[in-house]
């Protein structure tokens, strides 16, 4: 499995970005209720933004009613919508996802900055 992330760059405090994660390999192998966004700033863990999990979602607090996860199965693909950003939400973010054999995966990561 490759899950590849997209959709960073630069936006102004209060803009919007929505970032895509495209899963391709053997997908059917995905448990797609363990998908999900991750980010980590400079010098800081990696932290829980939004997952999928069993009946719902999950979101960190810090972007509950601002991000949005969401999927399109027939495209492999899991999105976050990310509206009225801040710049605290600056991070390198990545997509996660695990399979039916115990794996878990990591996307590359891909580039948030957002200027006050």
């Known amino acids: 499995v490759q899950l590849q992330a997209s959709g960073g760059g630069l936006v102004q405090s209060g803009g919007s970005l929505r970032l895509s994660c495209v899963a391709s390999?053997?997908?059917?192998?995905?448990?797609?209720?363990?998908m999900g966004w991750y980010r980590q700033a400079p010098g800081k863990q990696r932290d829980l933004v939004a997952t999928f999990i069993r009946g719902g979602t999950n979101y960190a607090d810090s972007v509950k009613g601002r991000f949005t996860i969401s999927r399109d199965n027939a495209k492999s693909t899991v999105y976050l919508q990310m509206n009225n950003m801040q710049p605290e939400d600056t991070a390198v973010y990545y997509c996660k996802a695990e399979s039916i054999y115990g794996t878990t995966y990591w996307g590359k990561g891909t580039l948030v900055t957002v200027s006050s």
């Open positions: 390999g053997s997908v059917y192998s995905i448990i797609s209720n363990t």
